[in-house]
Each structure stands twice: as C-alpha cells, then as structure tokens.
C-alpha cells in the first residue's frame, strides 16, 4: 500500500539520471568529476542491458555528456540567466521529474551532485530519488509497537511531503553544488595566480639572463674593434 515514490513501481528497466553541474567552468574539476560520476554509472547501466535517460541541470554537464550520449539526453535545464538559485528553481526541476515518472518514462531516478565538504574538498555524490531510499536505523534496538492517531491521514501526508521531497532533494544539490562550484573556482583562480606568479618570475629571469649576454657581447665586439685599431 506504500506510495509508488517510495516503494517504487517494481521495475527496474529504465533509469533517469539527473545531473547538476555549474554554469561555468574555470573552476578545476568540479563539473567533470560529477559528469564523470554520473558516465561510469550510465556505462555500468548500459552494459547490464538497462535503459538510460539523462537529464541535465547546468550547461556544463550538458556540454560534457552531450559527446558520450547524444542520444540519452531527454531534457536539458539550465540557471545561467538566474543571479541567485531559489526554490522555485528546483521545484521546475522536480516537478519535471516527477510528470516523466506519473508518464511511466523512467522506474528509478538518480540525483548526481557535489557534496561540500570543504573549499578544498568537494565529493561528487549519487542519490537515489524515486524510489526513495530509507536507512536502516543504527543500533540494533528493537522496535516497538506504538500506535499513532494521523489528521490528515497517512496517505493524504505521504501524498503531499513525497513530491515535495523531489525538490527539496534537488534545491539541496544545487545548494551544495553552488557552494562547491565557488570553493572549486577560488582555489582554481589560487593555484592560477600562483602559476602565473611563477612563470612571470621564470621568464623575467631569463629575459634578464639574455639581455646580460647580449650587453657582454656587445662590450666585447666594441672592445676588440678598439684594439684592433
């Protein structure tokens, strides 16, 4: 009696990945670790015979995927022209994950995103969307019998805080991601200008190197012509 989103619909075919990346680049390898992430686990699936869709939230996953499958990628959403992401932006993405569910295009839906764990450390994650994947409660506590009175009823709350999950799964990945992507992006710039400093010192040492040789040379020419004379 559990609600398709959580118990799922008992097949196991066809896979909707949904992958949220940045807008932009220079950021080091923030956006191709997730697409690389999420093209492991599409190559895995088509290599057990199962049917791969492919969803994008951000031009650059788009721009990676779009040469490994062309032709897997069903929708492509991009936030380039929004300044600040809100929640409003992921329910548009979760509502659109949810109507290809209620059509029976997908059986299992994958969020893949960059957990921040630091300005210097962001782990690209995959999280399983629908079915909704539930943990098992640490200790071995056993349960016990409670009853509990619902107003509304339980599948009446199921029914409105399941879909609500979608997106606030979602506005979460692109929180995360938002904040991985700067991170990634300061210590990209960090270890430019570091490069940059250093080449700068390289050249500026050999330019000063070959213009000492050339003023020695050109002291030597003019010496030796005096002698000569």
């Not at 080091?28 to 088509?46: C, E, T």
């Not at 509304?152 to 409105?160: G, M, S, V």
């Not at 050339?214 to 020419?221: A, C, M, P, R, Y």
């Amino acid at each position: 009696d559990a609600p398709l989103l959580l118990s799922g619909n008992g097949r196991d075919q066809v896979h909707l990945l949904v992958v949220a990346t940045g807008e932009r680049g220079l950021a080091g390898g923030f956006n191709s670790s997730i697409a690389r992430l999420a093209r492991d686990h599409a190559n895995k699936l088509l290599g057990e015979g199962k049917t791969v869709k492919i969803m994008t939230v951000g031009r650059k996953g788009y721009d990676i995927l779009k040469r490994s499958f062309p032709s897997n990628i069903v929708e492509q959403i991009s936030f380039r022209e929004v300044r600040q992401l809100g929640y409003s932006n992921a329910q548009s993405v979760g509502e659109k994950v949810l109507a290809m569910f209620e059509a029976g295009e997908f059986d299992v839906a994958t969020l893949f995103y960059a957990r921040f764990r630091s300005v210097i450390a962001q782990i690209p994650t995959a999280l399983q969307l629908i079915p909704a994947k539930i943990e098992a409660a640490a200790g071995d506590t056993p349960a016990v019998n409670q009853n509990y009175e619902y107003e509304p009823d339980e599948e009446a709350i199921l029914a409105d805080l399941l879909p609500r999950n979608i997106s606030v799964q979602v506005f979460r990945a692109l929180l995360e991601n938002s904040a991985s992507f700067y991170g990634a992006q300061m210590s990209a710039m960090d270890n430019a200008t570091r490069n940059a400093g250093e080449m700068i010192k390289k050249l500026t040492l050999s330019y000063n190197r070959q213009r000492q040789a050339q003023i020695t040379k050109e002291l030597i020419e003019i010496i030796s012509g005096a002698e000569a004379l």
